[in-house]
């Protein structure tokens, strides 16, 4: 059970660093007003990688086991 | 003014005369999507708290987090993703042509340019309560070509835009007619 829910985690968090990836690329690329873009990349990455880190800490703080039991899986 | 903006393919001695987005409004009302999504991930723990009195004690609790947690995740990303479409979508004038770039969605960047010359007419249009309580509208830019209009939307200040416009084509105009005037008279 752990496992499956460890994979669909992994996909759901390379789809969000997937969708990141473009987000910044769309950022640095186009330079149409450096400052601005540059302002909003460092919002960007450090509230992102912040609630990416929240989310694995409270990833790991759910207790799998004892939800699938109580599902009967 | 515009020292810090810059395009694709820019010139020379090509100054920027007004740079646009779309109004402001325009954006807020995309961002009301954004604070709905907080506003329900927010009720819905208060929802189940208050149905379960237990439920910070319960090994649910956890899972909830978690799962608010992963939505904001997505809504994080979804705002970044309304700001870019609204900072890449611009209108540029300068002295010597007005370029359009639309981004729509990722990956997919569309550029035109209209030379001043080449326009004929200019309207502006500001339709419905709020576009004019806070002056914004579209602006149609007819030209001589084949592709009927060239179209400014949402932007602020569209009748102070559309002057502008019309000022830099006659001025452009005056010139062309002038350099054409000292070429045919064999000026230097």
Redesign the interface.
């Known amino acids: 059970m752990s496992g499956i829910v460890t994979i669909l985690y992994a996909i759901?968090i390379m789809i969000?660093i997937a969708?990141?990836a473009?987000?910044v690329f769309?950022?640095l690329h186009?330079?149409?007003?450096?400052?601005?873009?540059m302002i909003?990349f460092f919002i960007?990455a450090i509230?992102?990688s912040l609630?990416?880190l929240?989310?694995f800490i409270?990833?790991n703080?759910?207790?799998w086991y004892?939800?699938a039991s109580?599902f009967r899986f | 003014m515009y020292e810090e903006f810059h395009f694709p393919g820019q010139r020379e001695n090509e100054n920027i005369i007004l740079f646009l987005r779309r109004h402001w409004f325009i954006f807020l009302k995309r961002l009301l999507l954004i604070i709905a999504a907080i506003m329900a991930l927010v009720f819905i723990y208060f929802a189940f708290s208050a149905l379960n009195h237990n439920f910070a004690e319960s090994e649910f609790h956890n899972l909830l987090l978690f799962g608010e947690s992963l939505a904001t995740l997505f809504v994080w990303n979804f705002f970044f993703i309304l700001w870019l479409d609204f900072y890449l979508d611009a209108w540029i004038v300068t002295n010597e042509r007005i370029i359009n770039i639309a981004q729509r969605g990722f990956f997919n960047r569309d550029i035109s340019e209209l030379k001043l010359t080449k326009i004929q007419d200019v309207t502006s249009e500001i339709i419905g309560v709020i576009p004019t309580l806070l002056n914004y509208g579209n602006i149609y830019v007819q030209t001589a070509g084949k592709e009927e209009r060239f179209t400014f939307y949402q932007i602020p200040n569209p009748n102070y835009v559309k002057n502008v416009i019309v000022e830099l084509q006659e001025k452009e105009r005056q010139s062309e007619e002038k350099e054409l005037g000292s070429f045919v008279r064999g000026e230097p």
């Open positions: 759901l969000y969708m990141g473009a987000i769309h950022m186009y330079k149409i007003n450096r400052h601005a873009s909003m960007y509230g992102g609630l990416l929240s989310n409270l990833f703080s759910v207790n004892q939800i109580n």
